[in-house]
């Protein structure tokens, strides 16, 4: 799993924008089948089989969850402008190793590394990538 990956995950969960897995229907065994082996179910000549329509998945509100996330933390944290922060407030690595590893995953080469100009641009890829991925992130945090 990537960087970004891990800064999803921490942000949506197991339940984010491409909806949830059922991992106890999924492991249960299918019920055996009552018909005989030689029987087929009919189906009607140019009638499609049915389906079941996907619902579509709810966006996952980026700022309220860090917003959240920020308030039970319970010191400091600067995660909508620092990208050190964000990292911090989710539990990662915000070392230079770690964001230089981001950045290149990212493919974002602004600035020196770990430079102010990097950390900015990184931030906002980050911010960008979360909104491509099915969150909702307020304009200026990806502007």
């Known amino acids: 799993m990537g960087i ?29 089948s009552q018909q005989a082996p030689d029987q087929r179910p009919a ?3 140019g009638q499609p089989a049915a389906t079941a329509a996907a ?6 509100d ?11 933390f319970g010191k400091p944290n600067n995660w909508r402008t620092s990208i050190v922060d964000l990292l911090i407030l989710l539990g990662m690595d915000s070392s230079l190793a770690a964001r230089k ?7 974002i ?3 020196a590394d770990g430079s102010a100009e990097e950390n900015i641009a990184l931030h906002k890829a980050v911010m960008q990538k979360l909104a ?4 909702k992130v307020p304009a200026e945090l990806t502007a």
Do not use: M, R, W
């Open 43 to 45: 189906i009607p000549i």
């Open 132 to 135: 491509v991925n099915g969150g």
């Open 4 to 32: 970004f990956d891990s800064i999803k995950h921490a942000i949506f969960g197991d339940h984010g924008p491409l909806g949830s897995f059922n991992h106890e229907a999924a492991a249960q065994p299918a019920a055996p």
């Open 101 to 107: 590893a981001l950045a290149s995953e990212l493919n």
């Open 62 to 72: 980026v700022e309220a969850v860090l917003t959240q996330k920020a308030a039970a």
């Open 109 to 111: 080469h602004v600035g």
């Open 55 to 60: 619902a579509p998945a709810a966006q996952v």
